[in-house]
Structures are given as structure tokens and as C-alpha cells.
């Protein structure tokens, strides 16, 4: 099973980032697939959820509005766009996949938000 993660970077403050994880080893389509977060001195954070089969969303309030995510299981991908872009969202970003027992994660990708 591999989940890896592309896209992430220096943006400066008001900008964009499109965040990228390919999944593979394991049955795509029927897992929740969600981006978290972790910056420096604090907790992983959930940041988004698109849901399977449903495709259903869900995003943390200090991102809806600004955050969007979409995945293409017929590509084994997913994505978050990640537009007007604040210090504060500065962090590693993961990919994560679950499906009952099963959770995977990314090896994670760094996005920072400076200027």
C-alpha cells in the first residue's frame, strides 16, 4: 500500500497550491480519503474529508470557504485545491485512506505560506 503525496511548496500569502496524493495497493474507490495537517509544536489536524461512495465533504472551519476537494477513482487520486492561502495554513500536509479497519497515511508534503 503507498499513498504519496506532490504539489505542496513556498507560496506567498493570498495564494494558491494544489495538493496531490496517488494511492496504490489497495482498493481506491471504497475508502474515505481525507487531508490532514501538522505544524510545527502542534496536533495532526484533520483538514478535509471527501467521502466514498457518496462523495460527500466535509472541512474544517478554518479552511471552508478557501479549501476544496476532489477525488477520480478511476485514477486512484485525489486532490485539494488550496486557494487564498494564510501563514496560518503553513504545515506538512498528509493523505490519509480508511476503509473500516483499514488506515493509511502519506508520507507527507510540506506547504509554506510566506512571504
Known amino acids: 500500500v503507498q499513498l504519496v503525496e506532490s504539489g505542496g511548496g513556498l507560496v506567498q500569502p493570498g495564494g494558491s497550491l494544489r495538493l496531490s496524493c496517488a494511492g496504490s495497493?489497495?482498493?481506491?474507490?471504497?475508502?474515505?480519503m481525507s487531508w490532514y495537517r501538522q505544524a510545527p509544536g502542534k496536533e495532526r489536524e484533520l483538514v478535509a474529508t471527501?467521502?466514498?461512495?457518496?462523495?460527500?465533504?466535509y472541512f474544517a472551519d478554518s479552511v471552508e470557504g478557501r479549501f476544496t476537494i476532489s477525488r477520480y477513482n478511476d485514477r486512484n487520486t485525489m486532490f485539494l485545491q488550496m486557494n487564498s492561502l494564510k501563514p496560518e495554513d503553513t504545515a506538512v500536509y498528509y493523505c490519509n485512506a480508511r476503509w473500516l479497519a483499514n488506515d493509511y497515511w502519506g508520507q507527507g508534503t510540506q506547504v509554506t505560506v510566506s512571504s
Open positions: 495497493g489497495f482498493t481506491f474507490r471504497r475508502y474515505d
Open positions: 471527501i467521502t466514498s461512495p457518496s462523495g460527500n465533504t
